[in-house]
């Protein structure tokens, strides 16, 4: 079955305005990880929050995860038209190391 | 480049075909994965290998058939498909239970079954 799912599944916005994306996931997890997907085309990673982190920093990326409450966010600050993709979640589950996707969420910048 | 390639970028390929993906890495990368992406699906992972081992099928039907010759070649035998197996065909890497850097995605291969 499906681990992560993303929210909301399309989100527009301007430039210089922030992004935030969330994801839920179902079960035990060694890391979360965000990727990005521009069309039609490879995934790239973004960034990785093990399973003892709160919170983690990469230039305009944020993430957050709340294991309790099983969820991360992802928040792109000051978002430019070059940031419009898709962007997926990944959850390695516990004591595996193979990455589970979630839905993504399509993301359009404006300018 | 993202250090995994993936040949061909596009197959168009009949029902009664027989053609391979093939995926190349030289990362150093001990561990590499198909994945399939198709229009509104999340990605589903299909073959895992581990230093040349297979150690995931998530239930993919026998129509694929992948084989890892070494650690840095991936490949995907397709024969007798079906046009729902017409999807995005991805191939990743990493380093298998080191978490830094997360997977390493090729660009991926277009397939359309005819």
């Known amino acids: 079955s499906q681990q992560g799912e993303e929210d909301p599944q399309a989100l527009s916005i301007q430039e210089g305005e922030n992004a935030t994306m969330n994801c839920s996931y179902k079960?035990?997890?060694?890391?979360l990880q965000w990727y990005r997907q521009n069309s039609g085309r490879g995934l790239v990673h973004l960034i990785l929050?093990?399973?003892?982190?709160r919170e983690k920093h990469s230039g305009r990326l944020r993430v957050t995860l709340d294991t309790s409450k099983k969820s991360s966010s992802l928040l792109i600050t000051a978002s430019r038209a070059a940031d419009t993709a898709s962007y997926f979640c990944?959850?390695?589950?516990?004591?595996?190391?193979?990455?589970?996707f979630g839905t993504g969420t399509r993301l359009q910048v404006f300018p | 480049e993202t250090g995994v390639t993936q040949t061909p970028r596009h197959l168009v390929m009949g029902m009664t075909n027989k053609k391979s993906l093939k995926c190349e890495q030289h990362?150093?990368?001990?561990?590499m994965y198909w994945y399939k992406q198709s229009a509104k699906k999340p990605l589903e992972l299909m073959f895992v290998?581990?230093?040349?081992?297979?150690?995931e099928n998530n239930s993919v039907p026998s129509r694929f058939s992948p084989e890892c010759p070494n650690s840095s070649h991936l490949f995907l035998h397709l024969h007798t498909l079906q046009p729902e197996d017409s999807a995005l065909y991805l191939c990743?890497?990493?380093?298998?239970?080191?978490?830094?850097?997360?997977?390493?995605f090729g660009s991926g291969t277009r397939l359309t079954v005819v």
């Open positions: 990743a890497s990493s380093q298998e239970f080191f978490e830094g850097s997360g997977y390493t």
């Open positions: 079960t035990s997890i060694n890391n």
């Open positions: 929050i093990r399973s003892n982190e």
């Open positions: 990944a959850t390695a589950p516990y004591n595996t190391d193979k990455l589970i």
């Open positions: 990362l150093g990368h001990n561990a």
């Open positions: 290998y581990n230093f040349k081992e297979q150690t």
